[in-house]
T-cell receptor, first 114, second 111 residues
Framework: GAVVSQHPSRVICKSGTSVKIECRSL??????MFWYRQFPKQSLMLMAT?????????EQGVEKDKFLINHASLTLSTLTVTSAHPEDSSFYIC??????????FGSGTRLTVV | QKEVEQNSGPLSVPEGAIASLNCTYS??????FFWYRQYSGKSPELIMS????GDKEDGRFTAQLNKASQYVSLLIRDSQPSDSATYLC???????????FGSGTKLNVKP
């Protein structure tokens, strides 16, 4: 149980375009999902907390107009990187709580902006 | 000050030895603590969770929590080469419903 599906796993896009990443909880309902970014050889950095039916809470320094988060249902949260630039290239990971014993992570999305 | 601090390592131990990984956190309101393992290019996977002071054992893994010292540790007994990975300490700050990670400690288990 507690499976989180993240799609796509890899995406290459041109600079200036937008990319949408989906995070789905497959066998449980997730009122809260988290979005992280991880640069090579660095730890996970919390970008935002996504709450179903309300606006996401962004961490300091994360541009909410650039990283659009939508949590329209209890099983789906999306992150859209708008007007992507090469410096946005990173590994993006979502997580959600399915049990009381911790949070389950999606498989991650490696974004490369060229 | 970072919410969660870990020594980046690398920590090298011989196969069969005990690996000790440490973590400190800054928010005294933290209630839940987790250890994750992350292989290169993969998402983290949960190893252990601990909520109260003391030790919690699960197979070869033992998590230790000391809230007074704001300290969490993970012991890996009989370390195997397959345990070589980066270990992330994570803390749930309940008041704000946030989940913070340390920078991770890279563990190398040498055959």
């Amino acid at each position: 149980g507690a499976v989180v599906s993240q799609h796509p796993s890899r995406v290459i896009c041109k600079s200036g375009t937008s990319v949408k990443i989906e995070c789905r909880s497959l066998d449980f309902q997730a009122t809260t999902m988290f979005w992280y970014r991880q640069f090579p050889k660095q730890s996970l950095m919390l970008m935002a907390t996504s709450n179903e039916g309300s606006k996401a809470t962004y961490e300091q320094g994360v541009e909410k107009d650039k990283f659009l988060i939508n949590h329209a249902s209890l099983t789906l949260s999306t992150l859209t990187v708008t007007s992507a630039h090469p410096e946005d290239s990173s590994f993006y990971i979502c997580s959600a709580s399915g049990t009381e014993n911790g949070y389950t992570f999606g498989s991650g999305t490696r974004l490369t902006v060229v | 000050q970072k919410e969660v601090e870990q020594n980046s390592g690398p920590l090298s131990v011989p196969e069969g030895a005990i690996a000790s990984l440490n973590c400190t956190y800054s928010d005294r309101g933290s209630q839940s603590f987790f250890w994750y393992r992350q292989y290169s290019g993969k998402s983290p996977e949960l190893i252990m969770s601990i909520y109260s002071n003391g030790d919690k054992e699960d197979g070869r893994f033992t998590a230790q929590l000391n809230k007074a010292s704001q300290y969490v540790s993970l012991l890996i007994r009989d370390s195997q080469p397959s345990d070589s990975a980066t270990y992330l300490c994570a803390v749930m700050v309940d008041n704000f419903n946030k989940f913070y990670f340390g920078s991770g400690t890279k563990l190398n288990v040498k055959p």
